[in-house]
């Protein structure tokens, strides 16, 4: 097996210069969507693999791929966008990837281009379909087309490896942590929005929580510093993303004492070296009740 590109994580470094870096791909029938590249390991030539069936009630999950002598689910695309599906052997690539540790693969028509975006080039479209988290034009033929960002956490949802969050929090949150200090928490999906607030309401916590990053950094300027216990960022977010959040208040000797917490799940090496080297304080996957329980725990009780 060979992978098209060896060293995707070595693409990743637009966040220094705000922009997001897509893979841009066809699904069935030449329809253009996009997946941000840091959350890709690897695109992996499908006929290259060995994929074996799996008995499933699904028609999103097409089998299970052996990858880089891993088993990964592989994902119809198609078919969770409500997409005809097309032949098996029409599928070129699968497109690698790795959520919350997880180890899943996007069955793709053929690959596009690798293009940048900066964070006000992409229009959040979440509140009207669920599956989008931006649309973006991109240059297909000396043509803009539109391009469409799915949305990677509610497919996550959609095939049962996350859920509302529900019976983690009554798990781990064994009781309330007292502080007078605020948590401010960034986050574009709705889906992780609603585990956060769960989560904040059943730890006591006093919380506010933004739609994207800009939105978390202007409400931020207007508080006393001193008020602020922690703040909790997504990476992927339009307007600014993550990586921005971290560096505003991690680069501002104001500011740099309050603790960062990124809750992604975009946890490839790559990312948090990353997020490392900005000095985040803490890294935890999306929707990962416990770690972030310990997180808030550890930083708003010292």
Not at 72 to 90: C, F, R, S
Request: hydrophobic share 40%.
């Amino acid at each position: 097996m060979s992978d098209i590109s060896s060293s995707v994580e070595q693409m990743t470094q637009g966040h220094r210069r705000n922009v997001q870096q897509l893979a841009v791909f066809y699904t069935s029938h030449n329809n253009i969507y996009a997946i941000n590249i840091a959350k890709v390991k690897a695109f992996v030539i499908k006929d290259e693999v060995t994929i074996n069936d799996t008995p499933s009630d699904s028609t999103i999950i097409a089998g299970i791929a052996t990858i880089r002598g891993e088993p990964v689910t592989l994902v119809n695309l198609d078919a969770w966008l409500g997409q005809q599906k097309i032949p098996m052997e029409e599928y070129k690539l699968i497109i690698y990837c790795e959520f919350n540790h997880k180890k899943v693969g996007f069955l793709i028509k053929d690959m596009l281009d690798i293009v940048e975006k900066t964070t006000e080039d992409l229009r959040h479209t979440e509140e009207t379909n669920s599956k989008i988290t931006y649309t973006t034009y991109v240059k297909v033929h000396e043509k803009d087309e539109l391009c469409t960002v799915f949305n990677a956490e509610q497919l996550l949802k959609d095939i049962g490896w996350t859920d509302d969050g529900e019976d983690a929090i009554n798990k781990y949150v064994d009781g309330p942590i007292t502080s007078s200090k605020l948590v401010l928490a960034a986050e574009d999906s709705g889906v992780a929005r609603e585990i956060l607030r769960k989560f904040f309401k059943k730890a006591n916590i006093s919380f506010e929580i933004y739609n994207n990053g800009a939105l978390l950094l202007k409400r931020f300027q207007e508080l006393d510093p001193e008020e602020i216990g922690l703040i909790i960022t997504d990476i992927e977010m339009p307007e600014a993303d993550g990586f921005q959040v971290a560096a505003f208040i991690k680069e501002n000797s104001k500011y740099s004492h309050i603790p960062v917490v990124v809750n992604s799940s975009m946890t490839t090496d790559a990312v948090k070296n990353k997020m490392r080297s900005i000095g985040v304080d803490w890294f935890i996957g999306k929707t990962d009740v416990q770690a972030l329980y310990e997180a808030t725990k550890k930083f708003l009780l010292t």
